[in-house]
């Protein structure tokens, strides 16, 4: 993972850059507006992860992207532009092909902010934006977030460990294999449970969720954060405003059709929206360029 300036932000900074541009991201579905979400969360993600969310990429979300785009057109035959006939005897048109690749897209976009939302958010951010509002919801969701990434670790330190002493799910006959297989499924539900159970027991040991509990905490909202969340609040605000005016809109059905009129007032629009996708990324290299200058003058 590198060196994320942004992160580095107020967590109410954080959440409220990652709540605009994935609730953008699931509510504008023009071409324009998916690609610009679609390349921000996807350069994004590759300078948090490196070379793994590369992987992942090519290796779960493309083949996914790929499926739903293919499935769309099976089920969905509406459209009045038709390219061809199933055997079936449905029409397969070219609106229910374009909506399945919009579709799609939407759908990694959403997946990769995701992604990108994990490693930005950690459990004591997140605790300390809602562990007074909503302490029980917070700590919750403070440990589903962190047991996916936790549970992945563990279960490669179990298999390894029984792979050590002959135990491993890729040796001995099939049979052996399944009970390999289910005694360290066993062992992870056993390691979950307990697990959860510390967590519950050292929470509420420590008062966790009592009225007038006090906690440390150290973030501070500095003169950037203020910065920060102004930028993001005046990009967000004008893009809503132009969806107000339906330049975001765009039909698929029964016909392809741009609502927008014009090309000056949507390419703005689409500039702001990129300029508030691309937000982290050109943090980051401000700070990188500052970095070196710095190490220039040692």
């Known amino acids: ?128 934006l809602f562990g007074r509002i909503i302490p029980a919801l917070s700590l919750v969701l403070s440990m589903s977030l962190r047991f996916v990434p936790r549970f992945q670790a563990q279960i490669k330190a179990v298999a390894n460990a029984q792979k050590c002493i002959g135990r491993g799910i890729s040796e001995g006959s099939v049979l052996q294999r399944a009970r390999h297989g289910i005694k ?46 102004a930028y993001i609040l005046a990009c967000a605000a004008i893009v809503i405003a132009g969806a107000a005016f339906e330049i975001f809109r765009f039909r698929y059905f029964p016909s392809i059709m741009f609502f927008s009129q014009g090309w000056l007032g949507p390419a703005v629009l689409f500039f702001i929206y990129f300029a508030l996708c691309i937000f982290p990324i050109i943090v980051n290299i401000k700070e990188d360029i500052n970095w070196k200058r710095i190490e220039s003058k040692i």
Not at 16 to 28: A, H, W
Request: glycine fraction near 6%; hydrophobic fraction near 55%.
């Open 1 to 128: 993972m590198s060196r994320d300036a942004f992160s580095g932000f107020h967590p109410l900074v954080n959440m409220l850059y990652f709540v605009t541009v994935i609730g953008f991201s699931m509510f504008f579905m023009h071409p324009v507006s998916l690609g610009i979400s679609l390349f921000c969360a996807a350069v994004y993600a590759v300078y948090l992860h490196g070379k793994k969310a590369v992987r992942t990429g090519l290796k779960f979300l493309l083949p996914m992207m790929l499926l739903t785009a293919a499935l769309n057109p099976l089920f969905n035959h509406q459209g009045v532009t038709i390219l061809a006939f199933l055997p079936n005897g449905n029409p397969l048109t070219l609106e229910s092909v374009v909506f399945g690749v919009a579709a799609a897209a939407m759908l990694i976009t959403v997946i990769t902010w995701f992604s990108c939302f994990n490693a930005v958010m950690t459990s004591d951010k997140f605790i300390y």
């Open 184 to 229: 360290i499924l066993s062992i992870m539900v056993t390691w979950s449970l307990e697990n959860a159970v510390e967590t519950a027991d050292s929470m509420k040991s420590r008062g966790y969720g009592l009225p007038g509990r006090t906690a440390f905490s150290v973030f501070r909202f500095h003169r950037r954060d203020i910065w920060a969340a």
